[in-house]
């Protein structure tokens, strides 16, 4: 007789090898059934993790906080078929485009650029108004004007972490946030940090320029122009030159601003921007991106027009 290692017969030791096999399975068989029976049983009281839900479609833009009293928001929950973009260039002078302009749904302007007295050129209607930190203190000249009898205007403040900043310690913020405890109607928003980096890259891939290294500060037009793209399907730009016009030697001459009857002539504050060493717009280098935009996007311009045909 052959003896395995343990000194078992081998024809022993497969019978019972055979018997452990059938006693596992009859085991398994049983906890199977019981697992069965609990699943059956207790079912609709045990909740399983639910797949994510896909995301609700929104018009809300990232990027943007509501300022309230006490709390801040995310989203800027804005969204319009078409909206006008007015420039608040000396262009607007004597254009007569405001009845046009106040039929558009959505109406968008920049900093404080004033309607009264000027509505037969650009208008009366404000939807948004997008405006610089540095404009801030301007509108709260006259905060009765700008958050009580256009209490239906959305405003986008945009401003360096320094000022806009949420902690307590942006002056600029503190300050709308008081205005929003004194209007609680107005809608205020402002851009957040991760918003106003993501325009300067925007920059940095349409012209190969970093715009701090190259000493420029985005200009409101462009912040505007960014969140109309966004916000509108499609957009018409009114009093916006090209950035070719100051080169022509038959171009209109208009002021830089509509509303200031001493400001200076709009094509020698382009020049001077552009050529500016540390701390000036690229108005020109920025309407040749818009031109760009124009090509992919429904953009059109108006007074003046542009040939977007010519542009590379």
């Known amino acids: 007789m052959t003896l395995s290692c343990d000194g078992a017969p081998l024809g022993h030791r497969h019978i019972r090898s055979k018997d452990m096999k059938s006693t596992t399975l009859r085991w398994l068989c049983l906890i199977s059934l019981l697992s069965l029976y609990v699943l059956l049983w207790f079912g609709p009281v045990i909740r399983f993790p639910r797949a994510p839900a896909p995301p609700r479609r929104s018009s809300g833009l990232l990027g943007y906080v509501r300022i309230r009293p006490d709390t801040v928001e995310q989203f800027l929950d804005l969204h319009f078929n078409h909206c006008a973009l007015i420039s608040s260039s000396g262009q607007m002078r004597g254009s007569g485009l405001g009845t046009d302009i106040d039929q558009i749904p959505c109406v968008i302007r920049m900093n404080d650029a004033p309607t009264a007295g000027y509505e037969a050129d650009v208008g009366g209607r404000t939807s948004v108004r997008v405006v610089s930190h540095t404009s801030v203190p301007r509108l709260l000249k006259n905060p009765r004007r700008y958050f009580r009898e256009a209490g239906d205007t959305a405003y986008v403040f945009w401003g360096p972490d320094r000022n806009m900043r949420t902690d307590g310690k942006g002056a600029v913020f503190n300050a709308l946030r008081r205005i929003a405890g004194e209007y609680p109607e107005t809608k205020l928003y402002a851009m957040t ?29 462009f912040f505007a122009m960014t969140l109309a793209v966004e916000m509108c399907d499609s957009v018409r730009v009114y009093g916006m030159i090209n950035a070719d016009h100051c080169r022509q030697t038959n171009r209109s001459a208009a002021l830089y601003h509509y509303y200031e009857r001493s400001a200076a002539d709009e094509c020698l504050m382009y020049k001077l921007h552009e050529r500016k060493q540390r701390g000036g717009h690229r108005f020109i280098t920025e309407k040749a991106i818009y031109a760009k935009w124009a090509l992919r996007h429904k953009i059109e311009f108006r007074h003046p027009s542009w040939n977007l045909g010519l542009t590379p």
């Open 193 to 221: 940090r991760e918003r106003v980096m993501l325009c300067d890259q925007v920059f940095q891939n349409e012209t190969g320029k970093n715009r701090m290294k190259s000493g420029a500060y985005l200009s409101t037009g």
